[in-house]
């Protein structure tokens, strides 16, 4: 069978920043060649891009994601989205086709769709890409290590009387274009809204949080099944590194990864009790699903120890990724200041070159004063009632609100609630 062009890994690379270069990028450990590394590389992505269309053409009841991208030369951005809806259109002849921006510059126009294989398919041409979404396609780059810093920060903290021994892991979806769209394409409505069965129904993300469950459910993979749709493949047939189309080859360290986590905390039924009990789903629909996607979270909530706290949240990411109505994943990342760039900015300006504290120096007891003639002694961060304003500093415009500093006050002891919260 032949399919449509796709895109090489060079080119992905240049296209978004996503786990799949880590997933692809070091396929052998075997050779100090680049150019043979480079071509097993190739080799073994065009294998998983294989393995995607085999996928989605044996699930044909199931809308898949690709990324789709036109050439057509002299043509505007605007012309070659045109273009690509109405090829889309001709062959799949719905009424309104959604697809989601991705890339837009002067040599393609790239977007996310989300169609069927017997549709994507026969998109052909030389100006045309399409793009199968695997797995990894839709994990945000540093997602992984976001995972493990976010589980580790949580544990952590357990024990301490601090809020963060109640906060949980946000994991956050963005479902591909059209997907959970009512009938009048307006959507608009709440997961958490939907009471009556037969609005959960209506809504795509019932459906989706079903799917993915059952799928984290641990599974026998002797007794399990391939059944003509690829939705019910088992989770480690989802996915091309962990797939029996892959073993035998040279095998990279994600796919060392994945596998042994399916291994200790799927197939053995280790988290089944997380995904049962410890998850929390919501999720809105897009009022504009021309422009926004639908938007789904899942809370996870692990108490146990580190290892298998973090071992049940990447295989509970692989399951999400593998869902064939979800196009990006991330985890909510806790704020921090790292002051990573202007340390070195301000000592050496030189990268990771910090003389002043290698001394020691490193602003300890030290006392800083502002002289910026610009500063506001009425902003919430400056002001104090017991500083007598003579009008040589900055410019105030009238007197601050009066309070007990020491007091609990509404708005943090501000009367303004325009003031900060400190």
């Known amino acids: 069978m032949e399919y449509p062009r796709h895109l090489t ?19 052998s450990s075997l050779s100090n060649d680049d150019d043979l590394l480079d071509a097993q590389v190739e080799s073994t992505w065009n294998n998983a891009v294989l393995h995607e269309w085999t996928k989605a053409l044996n699930g044909e009841t199931q809308k898949y994601p690709y990324i789709l ?11 070659r989205r045109l273009a ?30 989300h169609l069927y294989a017997s549709v994507a398919i026969n998109i052909v041409g030389d ?82 949080m079903e799917a993915i469950t059952n799928m984290l459910l641990s599974v026998d993979a002797e007794s399990s099944t391939v059944t003509s749709s690829s939705s019910f493949l088992p989770l480690s047939q989802q996915v091309y590194l962990t797939s029996e189309a892959y073993i035998g080859q040279t095998t990279s360290s994600r796919a060392e990864m994945w596998s042994n986590l399916l291994e200790v905390y799927h197939s053995s039924g280790r988290c089944d009790g997380t ?45 999400i990724s593998a869902n064939p109505d979800v196009c990006s994943v991330d985890v909510q990342r806790r704020v921090k200041p790292h002051n990573l760039i202007a340390k070195y900015l301000t000592e050496s300006e030189i990268e990771n070159v910090t003389p002043f504290q290698e001394e020691g120096i490193d602003g300890t007891g030290e006392v800083v004063a502002i002289s ?33 500093r020491g007091g609990a006050m509404p708005n943090n002891g501000f009367s303004n609630p325009m003031y900060c919260y400190l």
């Not at 890994?9 to 070091?26: H, K, M, P, R, W």
């Not at 991208?69 to 012309?79: A, K």
């Not at 690509?84 to 769709?113: P, V």
């Open 127 to 208: 100006e045309y890409v399409v793009q199968p979404v695997l797995p990894s396609l839709k994990m945000i780059k540093g997602l992984i290590d976001a995972m493990k810093e976010e589980i580790s920060d949580v544990l952590s903290d357990s024990g301490t009387n601090t809020a963060d021994n109640y906060r949980k892991i946000t994991i956050d979806m963005d479902l591909c274009p059209g997907v959970d769209v009512d009938k009048n394409g307006k959507g608009g409505s709440s997961f958490q809204e939907a009471e009556a069965e037969e609005d959960l129904e209506e809504m795509r993300m019932g459906d989706i």
């Open 84 to 113: 690509l809806t109405s090829t889309i259109k001709s062959i799949q002849q719905d009424s309104e086709i959604y697809i989601r921006t991705l890339y837009n510059k002067d040599d393609s126009f790239c977007a996310f769709g």
């Open 69 to 79: 991208c036109h050439s057509g030369e002299n043509m505007s951005g605007y012309e």
């Open 275 to 319: 995904y049962k009990r410890g998850l929390k789903w919501n999720g809105s629909q897009t009022a504009r699903p021309d422009l926004f996607p639908s938007h789904m979270q899942v809370e996870y909530s692990n108490s146990g120890e580190m290892e298998t706290a973090l071992g049940c949240a990447l295989v509970l990411l692989l399951a």
């Open 9 to 27: 890994f060079q080119q992905l690379q240049l296209l978004v920043a996503t786990e799949t270069i880590s997933d692809f990028g070091y396929t």
């Open 372 to 404: 910026d003639s610009g500063v506001d002694i009425d902003n919430c961060y400056f002001y104090d009632p017991n500083t007598n304003k003579n009008g040589t500093v900055g410019t105030p415009t009238g007197p601050g609100p009066s309070v007990d």
